[in-house]
């Protein structure tokens, strides 16, 4: 059961074109959502967070929205570089049970290509 | 100051042998995750550690599984009598601390396990 998904696996764009990636996800007990990006033969980097009391937060060229009663987040990279060309992951974890440690389920990632 | 180290970073075994994987954490951190990447797919959670005590076990796969962790500082993980579908990549993290959700997690660059 894929609590997190990532439905589209790749995604293309131009240079300083907006580059959008999307992240459903079921359990309505996530209350925090993370990005990650990944380079090849790395471990993946946190890029932003949110949590579910905001449905917005910002932080230089990417900002992350959060539509609680869609279950769904989105990643926006404006103006989008070369050097963003990445896995971008999508996570989150939940409170349920009291769990007050970080662990996170993740989406299965989307490539991202962004082209001079 | 270092990262997070894995070793090795690949390993290529035979199906039923052994494997034992490792993970340095940064210093001073306190929570250590295990999470596996199968091709394809998102991490999936694998073992929590909160110094070398394991409150969530309840991602490892099967019995084949199990993970020590020495003080608060390397962690092993072991599986046995491996299985094709064990192949994946095995990522760790550590964060500052367990109790509170919201601390970064640094990962490592994994260990690519290949079952033949």
């Known amino acids: 059961d894929q609590q997190v998904k990532q439905n589209s696996p790749s995604l293309s764009v131009q240079e300083g074109r907006i580059s959008i990636l999307n992240c459903d996800y079921t359990?309505?007990?996530?209350?925090?959502f993370l990005w990650y990006k990944k380079y090849p033969a790395e471990g993946p980097t946190f890029l932003i967070s949110i949590s579910s009391i905001k449905d917005k937060n910002e932080d230089g060229r990417f900002t992350v929205f959060l539509n609680k009663s869609a279950k769904h987040l989105s990643l926006h990279i404006v103006p989008s570089q070369p050097g963003d060309s990445a896995v971008y992951f999508c996570a989150a974890s939940s409170n349920a049970g009291g769990t007050s440690y970080g662990k996170l389920t993740f989406g299965q990632g989307t490539i991202l290509t962004v082209h001079p | 100051g270092a990262g997070v180290s894995q070793s090795p970073s690949n390993k290529v075994t035979e199906k039923g042998k052994d494997v034992e994987l490792r993970c340095d954490p940064i210093s001073g951190h306190t929570a250590l995750y295990w999470y596996r990447q199968r091709l394809g797919q998102g991490l999936e959670f694998l073992i929590y550690f909160q110094g070398n005590s394991a409150p969530d076990k309840s991602g490892l796969p099967s019995d084949r599984f199990s993970a020590e962790r020495t003080g608060e500082s390397v962690s092993t993980l072991t599986i046995q009598r491996t299985q094709q579908e064990d192949s994946a990549v095995y990522l760790c993290?550590?964060?500052?601390?367990?109790?509170?959700?919201?601390?970064?997690?640094?990962f490592g660059p994994g260990t690519r396990l290949t079952v033949l």
């Open positions: 993290a550590s964060s500052l601390a367990g109790t509170a959700r919201y601390n970064e997690q640094f």
């Open positions: 359990n309505s007990m996530f209350d925090y």
